[in-house]
């Protein structure tokens, strides 16, 4: 790996010198982290504990992340309560159990306790998915907070079915790694977990979220068998009477994005030597696979659909720099039903489209060289993803963030099989 100074900006590069290598674990990876990204070294020196990242050994000798066993904290904020198997939450489900008596009778553990300010809201069922609506919203009433996330939790679970029915089999559930009643910021939290390490789908780590209230989640790390894009659509409830939505379809290979100017040009040969051609053939294959003239309508289209929108512009923290895409988009809008039902209609269609990609045999690697090139790049990347969530979800649910971005950014360690142990 080398380091150097281009324009200002520290870009590293790597070069394949081994048909295999060891990824460092995730707890070393972070420690590197911590060495070389200043702006990150306050949040390690207080949470690196907090965090739980612990290197288990699973299947085929890879490390897991952290221990998804129960345990009790002096500090109740960081203990772990068990909850009640993947199978055995499904029959509590159907039988009509509420999340608040699923969390009560999974254990007698402390649940952790509430960060924010806010009071827990009462569970609400989920309302169906919303119709697809038409780009520019009516002026409708406020949206409940509590009706919002259930609106579009419902519809992004609608696209997990759709998913799920695609890849089949190979799309395996993580119970382990997943929550079936766990609280987060005070509101009930739910996080489904699923891998398929198969050529079929070739998915690293889904992670579909939902805290009750509060944010509606949907993350994709595609394994290293195809070039798909790596996907981010999240919602957030933010003060009560606005909605925050974070949209990202983030290309597979570096294509010095975060040194892009305010004019839309790159540095060029004479800042970047010759790798500047090698970014601009990434970027240029990103386009032509991914970043069509629909896919960009669509995602420009959202701010001038959503009433009362204002465009986030905050300059990112390196780790966010580099795993934004050019289609990453931020946006915070009215609490409004129309608002709901448009960031609704563009997640589906959002998670068609990587449906599509992943199913799609023309986006595979060929075996080899470009499968374990894709398999560095992946590693450090989803290192950077996490590293810029947990500054995120600090920032936002205190020590319940660390415990939501260990969780929500899945195993670090085993990019290469799609993350199976």
Not at 88 to 93: I, T
């Amino acid at each position: 790996i080398e380091s150097g100074m281009h324009g200002g900006m520290l870009i590293f590069s790597c070069s394949l010198r081994r048909a295999k290598m060891r990824l460092p674990t995730a707890a070393a990876a972070i420690i590197l982290l911590a060495g070389s990204t200043g702006a990150f070294n306050p949040q390690l020196a207080g949470h690196r504990a907090s965090t739980q990242l612990h290197n288990e050994i699973g299947a085929g000798g890879m490390a897991d992340t952290r221990n998804p066993d129960a345990f009790e904290h002096e500090d109740p904020r960081k203990s772990i309560s068990a909850a009640p198997s993947f199978e055995e939450y499904l029959k509590q489900r159907e039988a009509g159990v509420s999340s608040a008596e699923v969390a009560g009778a999974s254990s007698a553990v402390s649940a952790p306790t509430p960060v924010a300010a806010v009071p827990a809201p009462a569970p609400q069922p989920a309302a169906p998915a919303p119709a697809p609506v038409a780009a520019a919203p009516a002026a409708g009433g406020s949206a409940g907070a509590d009706a919002a996330i259930a609106t579009l939790s419902a519809s992004q679970s609608s696209s997990m079915d759709k998913i799920a029915s695609a890849i089949g089999p190979d799309l395996e559930l993580k119970p382990d790694l997943s929550w079936a009643a766990e609280t987060v910021g005070g509101a009930a939290a739910t996080l489904d977990g699923r891998e398929a390490p198969g050529a079929n789908g070739n998915v690293a780590w889904l992670a579909n979220v939902e805290i009750a209230g509060k944010m509606s989640s949907l993350t994709i790390f595609n394994g290293p068998l195809t070039d798909v894009p790596h996907i981010l659509s999240r919602a957030v409830v933010v003060d009560g009477d606005k909605i925050r939505f974070t949209l990202d379809i983030r290309p597979r290979a570096y294509g010095a994005y975060e040194l892009r100017d305010a004019a839309g040009n790159f540095p060029g040969p004479d800042v970047l030597g010759r790798d500047a051609f090698t970014y601009s053939g990434n970027r240029k294959d990103y386009d032509t696979k991914f970043g069509t003239d629909e896919v960009v309508a669509l995602v420009e289209s959202v701010a001038s659909s959503l009433e009362g929108a204002i465009v986030n512009t905050d300059e990112p923290g390196e780790p966010e720099s580099l795993v934004r895409g050019p289609l990453y988009l931020d946006v915070t809008a009215s609490l409004t039903d129309g608002n709901v039902a448009v960031i609704s209609d563009v997640r589906a269609k959002v998670a068609d489209y990587w449906l599509g990609w992943a199913m799609d045999n023309s986006h595979a690697h060929r075996p080899g060289a470009p499968v374990n090139s894709q398999y560095v790049y992946d590693s450090k990347y989803k290192i950077n993803a996490y590293t810029a969530l947990l500054e995120e979800y600090k920032a936002m649910l205190g020590e319940d963030g660390v415990t939501l971005a260990a969780a929500e950014s899945g195993p670090l360690d085993e990019a290469y099989v799609g993350g199976g142990s």
